[in-house]
């Protein structure tokens, strides 16, 4: 058992490290900073299924960190949630395959109400229809999932968590994202505690 659990965790760890760095990373980061912070919009993100859990998750973490974020379901877009969207803002879409049918339907739905709003894509498969829609997009490397049926949606979600931290990380760091700016978004828990005594700390210095 222990040798399998070790297994598991180094197939996770290579492909984390088998992550095409490609220029889509940079592209990303300059079209949601243009749009988010140079045009007063917003990063709306959807996935459907487990790539959707893992687009709520990339959403509520851009948030936190000082790029307003939203998370759009593909299907519920398809009964009004679509109004969600504004001129200026991005769409990344999350989608393994990039063939999931929600999500081409939903960058198609998305031209019909504003055609000019960028689309991001992270996905397994560069000639996908996904990829082809996308103006620009970020590859997982396409690692085999450690499920034993090579079926359940688990080494391609970590890559996928992976990239999106990336980008948020890069974010910050492009924003000049700091302590302060974070307690100010994080009032209650021990994350706004420790952020709290960071901004002091700073502060004083």
């Known amino acids: 058992m222990i040798e399998r659990i070790r297994e598991i965790f180094n197939n996770e760890a290579t492909a984390i490290n088998n992550i095409p760095?490609?220029?889509?990373?940079?592209?990303?980061?300059r079209i949601i900073h243009s749009h988010v912070h140079g045009k007063r919009g917003k990063l709306v993100l959807s996935g459907m299924g487990?790539?959707?859990?893992?687009?709520?998750?990339?959403?509520?973490?851009?948030?936190?960190t000082g790029t307003p974020a939203a998370y759009l379901h593909p299907s519920e877009a398809q009964h009004g949630d679509l109004g969600i969207l504004q001129e200026n803002d991005?769409?990344?879409?999350?989608?393994?395959?990039?063939?999931?049918?929600?999500?081409?339907?939903?960058?198609d739905l998305k031209n019909n109400l504003y055609p000019h709003i960028p689309v991001?894509?992270?996905?397994?498969?560069?000639?996908?229809?996904?990829?082809?829609?996308?103006?620009?997009?970020?590859?997982?490397?396409?690692?085999?999932?450690?499920?034993p049926l090579g079926l359940t949606p688990t080494t391609s979600t970590t890559v996928m968590t992976v990239i999106g931290d990336t980008l948020v990380v890069l974010m910050m760091e492009k924003i000049g994202f700091n302590a302060t700016d974070y307690s100010r978004r994080h009032h209650g828990g021990y994350l706004g505690a420790i952020s709290r005594k960071i901004s002091e700390n700073?502060?004083?210095k």
């Open 21 to 29: 760095v490609t220029p889509g990373f940079g592209e990303a980061i």
């Open 120 to 147: 991001i894509v992270i996905t397994g498969n560069e000639h996908s229809p996904l990829a082809q829609k996308a103006d620009c997009f970020i590859l997982t490397g396409a690692p085999a999932e450690v499920c």
């Open 202 to 204: 700073d502060s004083l």
């Open 90 to 107: 991005v769409l990344l879409a999350i989608s393994n395959s990039g063939k999931t049918r929600e999500i081409i339907e939903l960058i």
């Open 50 to 64: 487990k790539a959707g859990q893992i687009a709520h998750n990339i959403a509520t973490t851009f948030s936190s």
